[in-house]
């Protein structure tokens, strides 16, 4: 046994995996190091020896095996690292945040409830992934989508919970949310809003229900385990267009947002629209060594001849337009007219009826079709590819994209990175995602990419912005910028998690949440 969990002997741990064994069967406890791989994170910076660490992981079936889990969690004050399918990939895999913490690895109760056609929703376990639900549609004929996030083979409860987000107009997965079955510490099972009545007729239809609104506090938190939740999917409309806008220079930014906002704001462009930085559209259809192969970043001059030889800009932008064709045709002449008003603009579309399916990997995720054509970044820079993502939350201005893009082509570059980024368009924000890539096998390197997140995420907090998402190495960091009146937020967070949890065994420090009993180890990797 590599790693045990923290204040437990090792024959304290074997009697209660003995137990967990009991409860779901030998063959669903893990322990051997080889079963734990899966459960490291793969793209974990900085050194690696044990930080994060799994000591076991326990893969119950039902609600039931869940709450006589939790039972002997509590008796041996065990602490549990529940995920979905644990693909959160650049934010920590299926890892727990304490080393030595035992996955809850809920992929085996992975069945679809319910889809009702009529009222557009779906109602599924953790072990659900975008493939799972977009094959069960299709097979049973439905005029459904979903609304996959970048990776299909990820969870839709568990991509929900932290609040990802895909491309069609359905792609900000935490609204579309609706209803949970939720597992607290203490073995109690609660449904929220309309599910508190037990027939729930109105469960996946109106997330309020009576008297105060749970369903966004088991988000990015560790209040509970999810064991249900329900999803709004997207009637199939009579047709689609998929937009491509190419903008020449990297000042072009201010003047791409600025047109964007609008469209936004009246709902002309419903889906979550993308701003491509060259380097991140380029790693979609090529490898970096095509275009440069000194060391440090792409200088300016290789990413703009780069970007001329594939016919992209320095900016691209990608929307998608949903509905019946003379409106879709209407939308896109009244956006297009404004695009092209940036100097040096070009802009085509492909028209599609719904049911055709686009061929390429970004335009099949806003048809609401789950790929894996995201995993192709990893292999820009060569070696063993991973990546952290810093990801602040920017106002939906121009300006406000620009500032948020010098620092991080800046800093970028100082830590030798390239600036791999791009912005997602909600209504009033911008998720800025830009993604740190690294050779895993390279330590310096690694290094290096854990320090430009940090530096990063602080110049970000000296303008007044902060991160939707963190990796497990920067959730206590990422926590700790929320710091108005001293932190009252956090501290909010935590007298809620002494109540539900007081033994702290549900996912210590996830989001910078520490019970009491593990508070010390605040900060610490
Ligand atoms: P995905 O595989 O879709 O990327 P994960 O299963 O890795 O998603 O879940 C991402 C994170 O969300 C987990 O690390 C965990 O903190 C939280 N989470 C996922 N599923 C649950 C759940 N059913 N109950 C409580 N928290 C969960």
Redesign the pocket.
């Known amino acids: 046994m590599k790693v045990l969990p923290p204040n437990l002997s090792e024959s304290r741990f074997r009697a209660a995996l003995d137990e967990l064994a009991s409860i779901v069967g030998n063959a669903y406890v893990l322990a051997s190091e080889d079963a734990l791989t899966e459960y490291a994170d793969p793209f974990v910076p900085g050194p690696r020896e044990q930080r994060f660490a799994a000591s076991a992981a326990v893969l119950p079936s039902s609600v039931d095996e869940i709450r006589e889990v939790l039972r002997v969690a509590r008796a041996y004050a065990l602490p549990l690292?529940?995920?979905?399918?644990?693909?959160?990939?650049a934010?920590?895999?299926?890892a727990p945040r304490l080393t030595g913490s035992v996955v809850l690895d809920?992929k085996r109760m992975n069945r679809v409830l319910e889809v009702n056609e009529t009222l557009a929703y779906a109602l599924v376990e953790?072990g659900v992934t975008y493939f799972d639900l977009y094959a069960h549609l299709r097979e049973r004929g439905s005029k459904l989508w979903i609304d996959p996030?970048a990776a299909g083979w990820?969870?839709v409860?568990?991509?929900a919970?932290?609040r990802?987000f895909g491309y069609t107009p359905y792609g900000d997965h935490a609204a579309m949310q609706c209803g949970m079955e939720v597992v607290l510490a203490n073995g109690d099972v609660i449904r929220t809003g309309m599910g508190g009545i037990e027939i729930g007729r109105a469960w996946q239809l109106y997330k309020p229900g009576f008297g105060p609104s749970y369903d966004a506090m088991?988000m990015q938190s560790?209040f509970?385990?999810?064991?249900k939740l329900g999803i709004a999917l997207m009637p199939r409309p009579a047709s689609y267009l998929l937009a491509h806008a190419r903008f020449r220079e990297e000042a072009d930014l201010v003047a791409i947002v600025e047109a964007l906002r609008p469209f936004k704001l009246d709902e002309t462009i419903r889906n979550h629209a993308v701003i491509e930085g060259a380097i991140r559209f380029a790693a979609g259809i090529s490898s970096r060594s095509q275009w440069y192969h000194g060391s440090g970043p792409m200088p300016d001059g290789a990413v703009a001849a780069m970007a001329k030889q594939l016919g992209i800009g320095w900016w691209n932008l990608r929307f998608g337009l949903y509905g019946a064709p003379e409106v879709v045709e209407a939308q896109y002449a009244i956006v297009r007219r404004a695009l092209l008003r940036v100097r040096g603009a070009e802009i085509d579309a492909a028209r599609y009826s719904g049911d055709q399916e686009p061929a390429a990997g970004g335009d099949r995720n806003m048809a609401g079709i789950p790929t894996m054509a995201a995993f192709r970044m990893l292999d820009w820079r060569g070696g063993n590819g991973a990546h952290v993502d810093f990801s602040p939350i920017c106002p939906f201005t121009g300006g406000d994209a620009m500032r948020q893009y010098l620092v991080a082509k800046t800093r970028a570059a100082e830590y030798g990175f390239d600036y791999y980024g791009g912005f997602t368009a909600g209504t009033r924000h911008l998720h800025h995602i830009m993604a740190i890539i690294f050779n895993r096998d390279d330590a310096l390197e690694s290094d290096a990419a854990e320090d430009l997140l940090r530096v990063l995420m602080s110049d970000a907090r000296a303008e007044g912005y902060g991160e939707y998402r963190a990796h497990l190495a920067y959730m206590d960091f990422a926590a700790a910028q929320y710091d108005f009146n001293d932190g009252a937020l956090l501290r909010f967070s935590e007298t809620i998690k002494d109540a539900l949890d007081p033994q702290g065994i549900l996912?210590p420090g996830?989001s910078g949440i520490w019970p009491r009993m593990w508070r010390s180890r605040r900060g610490y990797t």
């Open positions: 690292w529940p995920v979905s399918t644990g693909r959160n990939f934010y920590g895999g299926a809920l953790p996030a990820g969870s409860v568990g991509n919970l932290e990802g088991f560790n509970g385990i999810v064991t996912a996830k």
